[in-house]
């Protein structure tokens, strides 16, 4: 993968970018998405934050190799606290991290948010925390995928802000939309998931000490509703 050849995931991600977008990569690592974007001239400006050095200096590398340090800004910064006011971001990538730390990022930097941007976002896991925040803060979800890459499941979330959503326990689990579509993808991710959690709960059967009942209880209920989605 590079700026030129973007992976299956991030193809997906770049996607339900806006055409014409002024663009936030949080967590950009080499930066390859935003300098590929900028390349097909599909987005007109962006910001790669990086909080680490070692990928911050790989995203800057990355930016002067492709000669586009006017378009993309490169900053070292935690989180939201790469973008500034005279940005003007209106779209927000995060791609490649844990749903609650996808949480915890849009939660810390919650006044960097203008409530107009578009959130693309690209859990790994923790999908069911990350759409518990989007729709505390008034997000709804307007578009979700799964997809298989590499021998795991990926799940892209794309939500925009526009008053108060509810969902239900399921649709925050399963997602509403994905729910809706039962993609082939999502049937195939949820199959082995529910392996997986069948045979955890056979080993808390089988477990010498004493599993906690409100962990047993709480795997039970998703081997219910996995079970009862794929039916």
Not at 31 to 56: D, N, S
Not at 168 to 191: C, D, H, I, M, N
Not at 203 to 230: M, N, S, Y
Request: glycine share 8%.
């Amino acid at each position: 993968m590079n700026e030129q050849t973007l992976s299956m995931r991030l193809e997906r991600v770049a996607a339900h970018v806006p055409a014409g977008a002024r663009l936030a990569d949080i967590g950009s690592d080499h930066g390859y998405l935003p300098v590929a974007l900028m390349r097909r001239g599909a987005i007109e400006a962006a910001v790669a934050g990086e909080m680490a050095l070692t990928p911050f200096r790989s995203a800057e590398r990355t930016v002067c190799e492709n000669d586009l340090q006017q378009q993309i800004t490169v900053r070292l910064a935690n989180g939201l606290m790469a973008v500034e006011p005279a940005d003007g971001i209106n779209a927000i990538t995060m791609c490649g991290m844990g749903g609650e730390t996808i949480r915890d990022i849009l939660e810390a930097g919650k006044a960097r948010l203008s409530g107009r941007e578009r959130l693309i976002l690209q859990p790994n896991g923790g999908e069911q925390p990350l759409r518990q925040w989007l729709m505390d803060n008034d997000y709804r979800i307007l578009c979700e995928e799964v997809l298989r890459e590499n021998r795991f499941d990926y799940e892209i979330i794309v939500a925009e802000r526009g008053g108060p959503v509810s969902y239900t326990a399921e649709e925050l689990y399963f997602g509403p939309l994905q729910l809706q579509a039962r993609s082939p993808a999502f049937v195939s991710k949820w199959q082995h998931r529910l392996r997986h959690k069948q045979q955890t709960l056979n080993h808390f059967g089988r477990a010498r000490h004493a599993v906690p009942e409100e962990k047993v209880q709480d795997l039970t209920r998703q081997v219910r509703w996995i079970t009862e989605v794929l039916a």
